[in-house]
Nanobody
């Protein structure tokens, strides 16, 4: 079992910043990619940003230039720095980790979600 603990969500004014964290713990042999998704009310869950084990990143077009994903492999933690936040960034943000509990086996784990609300 792998547990993902997210933190850093909250209420922020437009133009503000937030930093999300997601720490993975449990039976982890290796972690491949780590990612953040979000889901706004009435909408499908969408990929926000992903980072591979080698540090390659990709972003949704809507957040490019404003959000930065990073990871600390020693801590099995992924971060999402969100700047210049807009009301349309309001959503529940979920951490996703592709991990191996043992050699040759891969699985996905999801965090419980953290609410980000951008409003004046």
């Amino acid at each position: 079992q792998v547990q993902l603990v997210e933190s850093g969500g909250g209420l922020v004014q437009p133009g503000g910043s937030l930093r999300l964290s997601c720490a993975a713990s449990g039976s982890i042999f290796n972690i491949r990619h780590m990612a953040w998704y979000r889901q706004a009310p009435g909408k499908q869950r969408e990929l926000v940003a992903r980072i591979t084990s080698g540090g390659t990143t990709n972003y949704a077009d809507s957040v490019k230039g404003r959000f930065t994903i990073s990871r600390d492999n020693a801590k099995n933690t992924v971060y999402l720095q969100m700047n210049s936040l807009k009301p349309e960034d309001t959503a529940v943000y979920f951490c996703n980790v592709n991990f191996s509990p043992r050699l040759g086996v891969w699985s996905d784990s999801w965090g419980q979600g953290t609410q980000v609300t951008v409003s004046s």
